[in-house]
T-cell receptor, first 115, second 116 residues
Framework: DAGVTQSPTHLIKTRGQHVTLRCSPISGHKSVSWYQQVLGQGPQFIFQYYEKEERGRGNFPDRFSARQFPNYSSELNVNALLLGDSALYLC??????????????FGPGTRLTVL | AQSVTQPDIHITVSEGASLELRCNYSYGATPYLFWYVQSPGQGLQLLLKYFSGDTLVQGIKGFEAEFKRSQSSFNLRKPSVHWSDAAEYFCAVAARNTGTASKLTFGTGTRLQVTL
């Protein structure tokens, strides 16, 4: 079975631009979570979506938004990019949300560089 | 708020030697506990998890971890390290059923270097 896939692999943007990152979950998984991993740090939770509804949001500004589609894939959007948004963006899929025992499986990530 | 501390930023061990990576958590109750591994340029792979029951849990690639409630710790161990184990290791916690989001809170990671 295919794992979590993310696109693009790498992305270079300039300050002030907008970016869209995409994620396809494991087949049968209905929940997608997004994490930001700054170099040298652990991943930080951004959003979780389940059945197309936002189930949780981390401590990120409103420039960050996301959505989930009927096929359970997801997009993460970041507006007005700042240098500090440079990071590895990880997508994780799981079968449900709000269940701590539900294992999250991570994709390879999208490396975003903001110049 | 829950938090995870991994005191060792960088550890170097010789191939064949034993390994222990430390993890301490701060949480109001016993959370769910996880160890993930990240190879350079890769996403995170789950090594093992603890939900309840036996406090010694076995994972993939020969890793094990022991949950100690009294010490709020969940240390990762391997009896004999292989060169391919060189990677970044993350300890993470998740709250028990929340009914909302099941987010993971990660530590800052421990980078493992293996010398031949």
């Amino acid at each position: 079975d295919a794992g979590v896939t993310q696109s693009p692999t790498h992305l270079i943007k300039t300050r002030g631009q907008h970016v869209t990152l995409r994620c396809s979950p494991i087949s049968g998984h209905k929940s997608v979570s997004w994490y930001q991993q700054v170099l040298g740090q652990g991943p930080q939770f951004i959003f979780q979506y389940y059945e197309k509804e936002e189930r949780g949001r981390g401590n990120f500004p409103d420039r960050f938004s996301a959505r989930q589609f009927p096929n359970y894939s997801s997009e993460l959007n970041v507006n007005a990019l700042l240098l500090g948004d440079s990071a590895l963006y990880l997508c994780a899929s799981s079968q449900a949300a709000g269940v701590g025992t539900d294992t999250q499986y991570f994709g390879p990530g999208t490396r975003l560089t903001v110049l | 708020a829950q938090s995870v501390t991994q005191p060792d930023i960088h550890i170097t061990v010789s191939e064949g030697a034993s390994l222990e990576l430390r993890c301490n958590y701060s949480y109001g109750a016993t959370p769910y506990l996880f160890w993930y591994v990240q190879s350079p340029g890769q996403g995170l792979q789950l090594l093992l998890k603890y939900f309840s029951g036996d406090t010694l849990v076995q994972g993939i690639k020969g890793f094990e971890a022991e949950f100690k409630r009294s010490q709020s710790s969940f240390n990762l161990r391997k009896p004999s390290v292989h060169w391919s184990d060189a990677a970044e290791y993350f300890c993470a916690v998740a709250a028990r059923n929340t009914g909302t989001a099941s987010k993971l809170t990660f530590g800052t990671g421990t980078r493992l270097q293996v010398t031949l």
